[in-house]
């Protein structure tokens, strides 16, 4: 990492009352938008999660029996995540 560089996370829910079939859902249109590559597949139990490489910054869309559906970015421009997190929203 460079001197004055810096990253910030950020987590938004996305449906508090979620199930596992709308995780499919919404990770069936993640994997179709445009800069948006799937990395890795986390399945426990209790939570489901998804990590993607969302225009060279980290996103995890998670399910938890607990919390629902949320989304989790790293990155540096949460313009993209705010953006994102809307679409799905709608969906």
């Known amino acids: 990492m ?4 810096y990253t ?3 987590e938004m829910v996305i449906n508090e009352s979620g199930n596992l079939k709308e995780f499919y859902k919404l990770a069936t249109a993640l994997s179709k938008t445009r800069h948006v590559h799937l990395k890795s597949k ?3 139990a209790f939570m489901v999660e998804w990590n993607y490489k969302y225009r060279g910054d980290e996103l995890s869309l998670q399910y938890s029996i ?3 559906v949320t989304l ?3 990155g540096k ?3 993209n995540a705010d953006k994102l997190a809307l679409r ?4």
């Open 2 to 5: 460079k001197p004055f560089e």
């Open 8 to 10: 910030t996370q950020t």
């Open 42 to 44: 986390v399945d426990d």
């Open 66 to 68: 607990y919390n629902g």
């Open 72 to 74: 989790l970015y790293t």
């Open 77 to 79: 421009d949460k313009k």
């Open 88 to 91: 799905l929203r709608t969906i």
